[in-house]
């Protein structure tokens, strides 16, 4: 009985830990716009977003270019 107890509480304890950790992602959405403001549409862009520490030239903590 006991052992079953303990298997019961260690799989508890490896799904709350599985669950709890952080995304090595976000999720966004952009418009990307004309130097007029008109949507731009049907045309391939590329982009890169960068999170830095603190200030615009501090250490980056996070980066991603999406795939195209």
Do not use: L
């Amino acid at each position: 009985m006991k052992k079953v107890t303990q298997t019961i509480v260690m799989a508890i304890v490896v799904v709350i830990s599985v669950f709890a950790q952080s995304p090595h992602a976000f999720k966004y959405q952009a418009v990307v716009r004309d130097n007029t403001g008109e949507i731009t549409s049907n045309q391939t862009v590329s982009f890169r977003i960068s999170i830095w520490n603190v200030t615009a030239r501090g250490t980056i903590v996070n980066q991603e270019a999406p795939f195209k």
